[in-house]
């Protein structure tokens, strides 16, 4: 004990346990139980989760917000490891911060989907605080899901704003040339007509004249149309619908993607490798925007590979999600553009709009799934695109041992 620090009640009947009759022991526990009494209604008045566990990882406590985070009862889930009701949670680090001794706290998010999607904030501390050894930890749970809406629906509603003035700012601007072009293509088409009918000096010439100002007036409508298209594709890109679900797999969209991008593929010289699982379980998703996605990655990783290279696709999955990946080897991204990758006009290119990932996520939200990127400058990057195969149930503990 530190000099000058308060002696608790339990200090002090240590110091005369063996002078205690049987009276005076029956009066500590008495005082012991009121105390263990009054915690576990403090713990259990409190929104945070509160979890024991010892120098195994086994739970020795968990109050009533622990329960009500992870759908589990106390009585069902002391004396069990606590990666059963956690297997998010790295307990090896953990467990060697808690035998190194010295100051040091855990903190991590994870997610859960049971009883009902949550995001969590875990912090771990050493029960023993600076000492070496292990004598067990604390776990703190705080429910953070309603801040990380909050600061969800701030940004988005921000960038919605930005995309909406882009999208009317380019409408306006690409609006006002096709008009005129439109007004004066008809203008040359009724001197056509008039060049048809009036001309008498070289009737001969006429037609072949004609069929030129109907060639040049055919690229032209031509163009028209290609602009009209753009402005229509990315006015639908700024105003998404919703996801058109039915049932598919990740390799049929790979199938369809490497169809429509094989041209641009070989053009590049790059080196496609496919590595798709044999056989993926059905998953719900939108074939047409999982596979604009996928252009989406693949043309990156076309444009971060410039003289040459590999580009990698791979599909999988685990018991509740089925995964796809597309990695390359080009040039990377630097760590400290990695926060912001994700962020409307943000590009590391020099004619990108910083559109195209913003995309990819707010997809792959809908989907209620998630990505992954991982890169390395000089190496390449990696992006990792998770959909569910179906929703989570309950989530179900052995019986325990007698």
């Not at 029960?127 to 067990?136: I, M, Q, R, T």
């Not at 041209?263 to 798709?276: C, G, I, S, Y």
């Not at 989530?395 to 325990?400: F, Q």
Request: aromatic share 4%; net charge neutral.
């Amino acid at each position: 004990m530190k000099p000058g620090s308060k002696t608790s009640f339990l200090d002090k009947v240590l110091g005369r346990i063996g002078r205690l009759d049987a009276q005076g022991l029956q009066t500590v526990v008495e005082r012991l139980a009121r105390e263990r009494s009054f915690l576990e209604m403090l713990f259990n008045t409190i929104e945070d989760g509160v979890l024991v566990v010892d120098e195994s990882g086994n739970i020795l406590y968990l109050n009533q917000s622990v329960s009500r985070l992870l759908g589990v009862r106390a009585e069902d889930a002391e004396g069990l490891p606590v990666t059963r009701i956690m297997p998010q949670l790295d307990w090896a680090k953990i467990s060697a911060l808690d035998r190194k001794g010295g100051p040091g706290v855990v903190r991590h998010e994870f997610e859960v989907t049971y009883p009902r999607p949550r995001l969590l904030r875990l912090y771990a501390a050493p029960l023993d605080g600076e000492g070496v050894g292990s004598s067990g930890v604390a776990l703190i749970l705080h429910d953070a899901t309603e801040a990380r809406q909050r600061t969800t629906e701030a940004v988005e509603t921000e960038r919605v704003h930005a995309l909406t003035l882009l999208a009317a700012s380019v409408a306006h601007e690409l609006g006002n040339p096709l008009n005129a072009l439109h007004i004066h293509l008809q203008l040359m088409d009724r001197e056509l007509k008039r060049l048809r009918q009036a001309s008498e000096d070289d009737p001969a010439a006429v037609p072949a004249r004609a069929d030129k100002l109907a060639e040049y007036l055919g690229v032209a409508r031509g163009e028209i149309t290609r602009l009209d298209y753009i402005i229509t594709e990315f006015l639908s890109a700024m105003r998404p619908t919703p996801p058109r679900f039915r049932p598919g797999s990740l390799n049929d969209v790979v199938a369809d993607t490497l169809a429509l991008l094989q041209p641009e593929l070989d053009n590049r010289k790059l080196v496609v490798r496919q590595k798709l699982a044999r056989s993926l379980p059905v998953v719900r998703l939108d074939p047409g925007q999982m596979k604009q996605v996928l252009v989406n990655l693949v043309k990156n990783a076309m444009q971060a590979m410039t003289k040459g290279g590999t580009l990698t696709l791979a599909t999988g999955a685990t018991p509740d999600e089925e995964w796809l990946s597309v990695a390359d080897t080009g040039c990377g991204i630097p760590s400290e553009q990695l926060n912001r990758i994700f962020e409307p006009f943000y590009t590391t290119k020099q004619k990108g709009t910083g559109l195209g990932l913003m995309i990819v996520q707010r997809i792959l939200r809908d989907h209620g799934g998630r990505v992954e990127l991982e890169s390395r400058v000089d190496r390449g990057t990696t992006f990792r695109l998770w959909l569910p195969l179906r929703d989570k149930g309950p989530r179900l503990l052995d019986a325990p041992k007698q």
